[in-house]
């Protein structure tokens, strides 16, 4: 994820080629400082941070999830690509907002929020549901990826983010995913930047760029399946 930062900006790249110019608050430099955190990388860390406290931003009521605060559910629509906060030059700082109009009612079609769902209820302290949230979309995984609403958009590409998501869930509920997911999604990082590409298909592996999203959430459920302590498991 080093590899993505840029110290003038203070922030990470979105991508190399696609975004190259894309710097997001939200939800890319809220999800790397805690993915920097868990690796030890305190620099990086502590950079994003103060970038993030220069511009006010400290969450969107969505990607918060992931570092273990409950949001409201189902959470609101984003504006795409995302807001613009500055421009400097050719490059563009950005955040998502989750501000509406309108709610991802439909967001058991797709499996990062899905996930997403199952991680919240851990938050509030409902396993049971997180559980079962969890087992219901993992169910879905047909050895590759999830075949869900993305997927069929796409005409048969997977997102490299549902695996993330469904890995991390299942680290946080103390859940042994299928080493098939884990392998998967551990061939879509690139072994230059290390950054882990967005969407795949069979018969080609690493589609589109990597980018820092799915970077962070991947990095963070290698991270928490790695030190995890589950006592009752």
């Given at each position: 994820?080093?590899?993505?930062?840029?110290?003038?900006?203070?922030?990470?790249?979105?991508?190399?080629?696609?975004?190259?110019?894309?710097?997001?608050?939200?939800n890319d430099a809220l999800l790397a400082v805690r993915a920097a955190e868990l690796s030890g990388d305190k620099e990086l860390a502590d950079n994003l941070r103060t970038t993030l406290q220069k511009y006010r931003v400290e969450g969107n009521d969505f990607i918060e999830v992931a570092w273990g605060?409950?949001?409201?559910?189902?959470?609101?629509?984003f504006e795409d690509p995302g807001s613009l906060v500055e421009q400097q030059g050719d490059d563009r700082i950005l955040t998502i907002r989750h501000e509406g109009p309108g709610y991802f009612y439909d967001w058991s079609a797709y499996s990062n929020l899905?996930?997403?769902?199952?991680v919240n209820e851990f938050n509030r302290g409902n396993r049971e549901a997180a559980r079962r949230l969890y087992e219901l979309e993992m169910g879905t995984f047909?050895?590759?990826?999830?075949?869900?609403?993305?997927?069929?958009?796409?005409?048969?590409v997977y997102e490299t983010l549902g695996l993330a998501w469904g890995a991390y869930a299942a680290a946080k509920l103390c859940l042994d995913p299928p080493a098939t997911l884990l392998e998967t999604l551990r061939a879509q990082q690139d072994p230059v930047?290390?950054?882990?590409?967005?969407h795949y298909r069979l018969d080609a592996y690493r589609l589109a760029d990597p980018d820092?999203?799915?970077?962070?959430?991947a990095?963070?459920?290698?991270?928490?399946?790695?030190?995890?302590?589950?006592?009752?498991?």
């Open positions: 994820m080093r590899a993505m930062y840029r110290p003038e900006r203070g922030l990470l790249q979105e991508s190399p080629n696609i975004g190259n110019h894309n710097y997001f608050l939200a605060k409950t949001i409201p559910w189902p959470p609101k629509h899905a996930f997403m769902a199952a047909d050895g590759q990826g999830f075949p869900d609403k993305a997927f069929h958009d796409r005409k048969g930047t290390g950054g882990f590409h967005t820092v999203e799915t970077t962070s959430v990095l963070l459920a290698f991270q928490t399946l790695q030190k995890r302590e589950c006592p009752d498991k």
